[in-house]
């Protein structure tokens, strides 16, 4: 018989309640209905902070559910009779049901400050939350407005403040973090790193008022105005409240059930509440006297509830409260015991104030066993160490946390590697040595570890090779390196030449996975002409005939349009050659003009008179930098803030001929409208009124993904200098066809190390990163120029060798829509 | 045998094309060791005459060269695709006769 479970709230806890009743309930005992309060289906609520790279909500998404769950969205359950059990909706739906789980969560606690309902103030917890914060922050921008830098206030300094200050830092407002304790992040840090976490975020832009609270919130005009208890006054634009979660259990207590003294609806171990039929789970739980703001506890119940409901026994298994502070450049995690409250804990610190790093561990009074730690600046030994808590610590404390690197440690088989999915370090073991995962995706695939907050993903990493998975970086079958290393390896020997560097440090000929990289390499590191002497046999078609090979073994010609600005005698000078040559034409994507159908001895004479009219290469064929798309920007568009043309035609010029591990793309648009779609692009600028803000990481094609914002309001010099360090960057260290996209996501650290890479110069090579770019710029010379200029080059571009001037009969074409277009020929019987 | 080029005018590890007297096309290609051969010049994938054209190199040691089309690979020596068992392209029978190239029926 089917019987009815009623879930009440559609977040990431209930969710993740219906996903683990799916999965195992294969006979279909259970009917599940889901009403849901918020309008959309559940999201990565954790991962809330990302949306405002994209502002696009499905980036959030978590897996639907099947056809056999009944989702209920935009109503709200707003009563409880738990002698009929039934539960009432606000639109008057009645439903009963066998089995009800509250999963109703929390709402953000705001404190009764006067004003605090201004418009301009906003709390920070749903996708809905942001998109207001977003209109305010906007309306702030419109320069009738206001002039100087716009202002924020986040009221509360602990995770979640610090996650919103910088969510408002990435939409160019200066937070100022009002923190009423003694410290940032009180929860989880403690004085010293606190102190350290401090000095690094104000190094971010951010101001820090500790010790103080909002005493009331006034407009003034347009104008927020906040005056703190210490009498600072602060002139804002935008209030965001982060000052902790209140459980939402008002349902349970209007129903009558039991409820903790602080809040929240009190279940027990297997988190039932005081109604047999009625379950708690997530932030509106209270187990133990604890009210869990975190999600790993939340999916334990759920977990638990879920084996309940199909008759098993599981109980709560306790929680893990460790966490890893994602964002803002910085560092932070805290685990276990971090404020050494257990009897006798001993700390061990190691703080290094010229390296900006705070490290703690807190062991027992015997030194053997791990209790918790702080990690502050540099978290990187975080994955390693939290699962060792509650266990022997090999050797010195202090080598866990050396500066040396410390000590290598092995995991026991029973530690929790991810706590955000409660995966153990056997079960990863498990499913690599059954070989049904061979990398980190299917780690995630089959386990979920990594899935969540991503901290432990370099552990997954370590386990695979612990297991003896080679993770292979080799280019190909002729060189053990990977692309990086091969870059390394020609840049440090000054070799010049495919042939030494494959018997030095490869073996056979090479291939067309290593030629065209090794090419690329060379190229990058200026080794003039690409077809010059041996080079040429390197390139593929596309590099070696400097044009885009068609599917019948026809050229396209590509000359580069800045910025897509053109005059109009250049554009005649194209119509005449397309004309002239019987080409057909066609506006590409990239602001830019494409002139199809040129046969290999054509390329030469085509481009004697593109180059004489000015034109250069575009670099359509190369994996180098192809277009800076533009919009009109301040020049004629009535909303441009900056010259956005002008900006284009300045990059496309700096970056032309640049070769690199795959092709660049780039745009600038004049004001945030984004007429240029930038954060589609590699590196994508997006005029502001203070300046510019610089997107990295941005991809159309196969696999889109919106650009991360790098840094916001640069000044023109500032932005070229990142983008030069971002760029040399990029190809000194990407995997071969590794578009920028897919190497910031690979990168350790992501985004953070990318910044404090190339923004903060954490490991000292900006300096040198420039240097290389402005050798690029200074020897930049046109590859097609080159060409016309030397008769060995030009020798090349001819159709057949023996018969130089006749045209290929394989080639031929008809007409459709006034243009020519190829004949393709069948394919010919081919000898078995 | 038509004689097509000096192999001066061939450069290792990449290859010309050459036009016979029967219409029909060849890629000539010269391997570092100083090997020439000759394959059809049309590759079977796309129909397009240009195999000359691919990247020379080696699969587990054997010289090949890949199309730049779909980017398959066939064996320098018999002309197989190593990507595709069951399909080739013709071998030229091939001479280097004072310092000329010269190039047969297959
Ligand atoms: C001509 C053009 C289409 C058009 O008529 O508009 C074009 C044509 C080709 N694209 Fe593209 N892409 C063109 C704009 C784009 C765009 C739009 C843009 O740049 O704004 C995209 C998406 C944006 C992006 O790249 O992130 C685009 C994504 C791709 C991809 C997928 C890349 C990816 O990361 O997934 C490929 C495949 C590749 O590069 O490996 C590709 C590859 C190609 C190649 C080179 C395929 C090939 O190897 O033959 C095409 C040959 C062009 C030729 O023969 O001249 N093309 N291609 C556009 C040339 C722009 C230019 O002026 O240089
Ligand atoms: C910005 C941000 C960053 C975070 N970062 C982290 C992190 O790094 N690590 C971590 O562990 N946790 C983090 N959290 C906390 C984490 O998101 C929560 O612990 C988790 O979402 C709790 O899930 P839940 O399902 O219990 O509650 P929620 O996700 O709040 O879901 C409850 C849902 O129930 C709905 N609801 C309420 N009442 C009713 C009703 N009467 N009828 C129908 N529906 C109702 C609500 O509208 C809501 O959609 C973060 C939270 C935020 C806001
Ligand atoms: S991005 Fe802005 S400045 Fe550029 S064209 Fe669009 S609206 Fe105008
Ligand atoms: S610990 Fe968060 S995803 Fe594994």
Redesign the interface.
């Known amino acids: 018989m089917t019987r009815t479970l009623v879930v009440i709230g559609h977040g990431m806890v209930g969710h993740r309640l219906v996903e683990a009743l799916r999965e195992r309930d294969v006979t279909g005992q259970w009917h599940v209905v889901v009403f849901a309060e918020e309008s959309r289906p559940a999201y990565d609520r954790v991962a809330l902070s990302s949306y405002v790279d994209s502002w696009n909500p499905d980036a959030l998404a978590l897996p639907p559910h099947d056809e056999r769950v009944e989702l209920r969205l935009g109503d709200p359950v707003r009563e409880i009779d738990r002698e009929r059990r039934v539960v009432r909706t606000a639109s008057g739906v009645e439903r009963s049901y066998d089995a009800l789980v509250l999963a109703t969560g929390s709402v953000p606690f705001v404190p009764p400050v006067p004003g605090r309902d201004l418009p301009g103030c906003h709390v920070y917890r749903t996708i809905e939350d942001l998109d207001g914060i977003r209109a305010t922050v906007e309306a702030a921008h419109d320069p009738a407005k206001r002039q100087g830098r716009r202002a924020g206030m986040v009221l509360g300094g602990g995770l979640l403040g610090l996650e919103a200050a910088n969510a408002l830092r990435g939409m160019g407002i200066s937070p100022h973090v009002v923190e009423l304790g003694p410290r940032l992040m009180p929860l989880q840090v403690d004085e010293g790193g606190a102190g350290l976490l401090r000095r690094l975020v104000e190094k971010l832009d951010l101001t820090v008022h500790t010790g103080t609270s909002a005493s009331s919130i006034e407009r003034d005009g347009d104008r927020l105005i906040a005056k703190l208890s210490n009498g600072t006054e602060l002139d804002l634009d935008v209030v965001v409240f982060s000052a902790g979660i209140r459980p939402r259990d008002e349902l349970a207590r209007a129903a009558g059930l039991a409820v903790g003294e602080r809040g929240g609806v009190l279940v027990d171990d297997a988190c039932r509440t005081s109604d047999e039929h009625v379950y708690a789970i997530g932030e509106c739980a209270n187990l133990g006297g604890m009210v869990y703001g975190l999600v790993a506890p939340g999916y334990s119940m759920a977990e638990v509830v879920a084996d309940r409901l199909l008759g098993g026994a599981a109980v709560f298994p306790g929680a893990d409260l460790s966490t890893k502070l994602k964002l803002l450049g910085v560092d932070v995690a805290s685990f276990g015991d971090a404020h050494a409250k257990q009897e006798g804990a001993l700390e061990v610190v190691v703080n290094d104030a010229v390296a900006g790093t705070y490290a703690k561990v807190v062991v027992s009074d015997d030194a053997k066993t791990l209790l918790g730690g702080i990690l502050v600046g540099d978290a990187s030994k975080y994955p390693v160490l939290r699962p060792l808590v509650g266990r022997a610590v090999p050797g010195d404390p202090v080598a866990l946390i050396g500066p040396a690197g410390g000590v290598e440690l092995s995991l026991p088989h029973d530690a929790q590697v991810c706590s955000c999915h409660a995966v153990t370090k056997q079960r990863i073991v498990d499913v690599v040595d059954s070989g049904d995962a061979v990398d980190v995706p299917s780690i995630k695939a089959c386990t979920k570890a990594g899935t969540g907050c991503g901290s432990c993903v370099p552990m997954l990493k370590k386990l695979l090779a612990e297991c003896g998975v080679e993770q292979s970086k080799a280019l190909c ?2 060189f053990d390196h990977s692309r990086a290393e091969l870059f390394e390896i020609v840049r440090s020997t000054g070799i010049t030449t495919f042939s030494e560097l494959i018997s030095r440090h490869g073996r ?5 996975l ?3 990289a090794v090419a690329s390499i060379l190229a990058s590191l200026e080794n003039g002409h690409v077809l010059a002497g041996e080079q ?3 390139q ?3 590099d ?2 400097l044009a885009n ?1 068609q ?3 026809t050229y396209s010609v590509v000359p580069r349009i800045p910025g897509g600005e053109i005059t109009p005698d250049k554009l005649i000078v194209i119509g005449e050659v397309a004309r002239d040559f019987g080409l057909y034409t066609k506006i590409t994507g990239g602001q830019r003009i494409d002139l199809f159908g040129a046969t290999v001895d054509q390329l030469p004479r085509i481009w004697k008179r593109l180059v004489d009219a000015g034109f250069e290469s575009g670099h359509a064929y190369g994996k180098a930098l192809r277009t800076v798309k533009s919009c009109v920007g301040t020049t004629w568009c009535r909303y441009g803030v900056q010259d956005s043309v002008g900006l284009a035609v300045e990059l496309e010029l700096r970056y032309r001929g640049l070769r690199s591990p795959h092709k660049l793309k780039s745009a600038v648009s004049g004001c945030a409208r984004e007429c240029a779609e930038a954060r589609g692009k590699d590196f994508g600028v997006i005029a502001t009124e203070n300046g510019w803000n610089l997107y990295v990481g941005g991809n159309g094609g196969f696999t889109p993904r919106h650009a991360d914002l790098l840094a916001s309001d640069v000044d023109t010099e500032t932005l070229i200098k990142l983008i030069d360090r971002f760029l040399m960057f990029y190809i000194r260290t990407a995997d071969r066809l590794q578009r920028t996209s897919a190497w910031i996501e690979a990168m350790e650290g992501g985004l953070d190390h990318l910044r404090a890479v190339i923004v903060d110069d954490s490991l000292g090579i900006c300096a040198d990163l420039e240097a290389a770019m402005a050798k690029h710029v200074d020897s930049y010379a046109d590859e097609w120029r080159g060409v016309l200029e030397d008769p060995e080059k030009l020798a090349r571009f001819t ?5 130089p001037g ?1 045209p ?4 031929s074409f008809r007409e459709e829509r006034g243009q020519k277009v190829p004949v ?5 019987e ?3 | 045998m ?4 000096e192999l001066s ?1 061939l ?4 290859g ?4 016979l007297p029967d ?1 029909s ?1 060849v890629a ?1 290609f010269l ?2 060791d100083g090997t020439v051969h000759a394959l059809g010049n ?1 590759d ?7 195999l000359s ?9 054997v ?2 060269v ?1 199309s ?2 779909y ?1 398959q ?1 066939f064996e320098l020596s018999t ?1 197989k695709c190593l990507d595709e068992p ?5 071998v030229h029978p091939v001479r280097v006769a004072d310092g000329v190239v010269q190039v047969g029926s297959p």
């Open positions: 079958e002729h056979g000929r090479g291939c067309d290593c030629k065209p040429a046999a390197l593929d078609t596309n070696h005939f090979i599917r019948n073994g159709t057949f060798v023996n018969a006749t290929d009969p394989t080639i393709l020929l069948g394919i010919p081919v000898a078995k | 038509t004689p097509v080029c005018a450069q290792p590890e990449r010309v094309a050459a036009l219409g096309q000539v391997t570092h049309v079977p994938f796309s129909g397009a005459a240009v054209r691919g990247i020379v190199g080696d699969r587990g040691g010289p090949v890949v730049p089309i980017k690979a002309g069951g399909t080739a392209v013709p």
